[in-house]
């Protein structure tokens, strides 16, 4: 089956220090990959994509993420955390739907914790 | 509009009765999405919408739940006869076609509780 993993519930870094959060994916073929933040009270906010191509990929608010097919991994990384990336972060896989859209499979979330 | 908006941002409702979600995607996108987020889960996709029909209802938990949309526009997320183990966060997104090199943008959601 489909599916996206990520093994961490919480995250806790101190602001300033480097950040990676982990994602597996269990797909047929490659997969389209997402990752996802979502700030208290908001909705989900796409951070990068990666479909093909270079294996890094770089996202809004300084992220980026690399695609490591041996691994079966999409890690989300930022070289120096504020206290505003404090949230809740997805990561996402896409199947095929009927309709031709790409419906993602989103995983269960990784809580950033940023102390000063 | 500006962004995707769902209405109300909470509902709190007694077991058993009906509720409805209502979600104004973004003005011109033609696909739309229904997730539900369980505390500590992921987000559970429900349906997806293009136009006004629904070619992927596969995520539907049971018969109870079912999804609308008027006018290429507005959609409304039904409940029926509600039960304490839905209540979730129900997110909305909205892309321009749905295509896969597309992005969705969600709304905030409508946080539902069933007493």
């Known amino acids: 089956a489909q599916s996206v993993t990520q093994p961490d519930i919480h995250i806790t870094v101190s602001e300033g220090a480097s950040l990676e959060l982990r994602c597996n994916y269990s797909?047929?073929?490659?997969?389209?990959l997402f990752w996802y933040v979502q700030s208290p009270g908001q909705g989900l906010q796409l951070l990068l994509k990666?479909?093909?191509?270079?294996?890094l990929v770089q996202g809004i608010k300084g992220f980026e993420a690399e695609f490591k097919r041996s691994q079966s991994s999409f890690n989300l990384r930022k070289p120096s955390v504020h206290w505003s990336d404090a949230a809740e972060y997805f990561c996402?896989?896409?199947?095929?739907?009927?309709?031709?859209?790409?419906?993602?499979?989103f995983g269960r979330g990784t809580s950033l914790i940023v102390h000063p | 509009g500006a962004g995707v908006s769902q209405s109300p941002s909470n509902k709190v409702t007694e077991k058993g009765k009906d509720v409805e979600l209502r979600c104004d995607p973004i003005?011109?996108?033609?696909?739309l999405y229904w997730y539900r987020q369980s505390l500590g889960q992921g987000l559970e996709f429900l349906i997806y919408?293009?136009?006004?029909?629904?070619?992927?209802k596969s995520g539907l938990p049971s018969d109870r739940f079912s999804a609308e949309r008027t006018g290429g526009s507005v959609s409304t997320l039904t409940i029926q006869r509600t039960q304490q183990e839905d209540s979730a966060v129900y997110l909305c997104?909205?892309?321009?076609?749905?295509?896969?090199?597309?992005?969705?943008?969600f709304g905030p959601g409508t946080r539902l509780l069933v007493l």
């Open positions: 919408f293009q136009g006004n029909s629904a070619p992927d």
């Open positions: 797909y047929g073929a490659t997969p389209y």
């Open positions: 990666y479909f093909s191509g270079d294996t």
């Open positions: 997104a909205s892309s321009r076609q749905g295509g896969d090199l597309e992005t969705q943008y």
């Open positions: 003005s011109g996108h033609t696909a």
């Open positions: 996402a896989g896409t199947k095929h739907a009927s309709g031709g859209s790409y419906i993602p499979t």
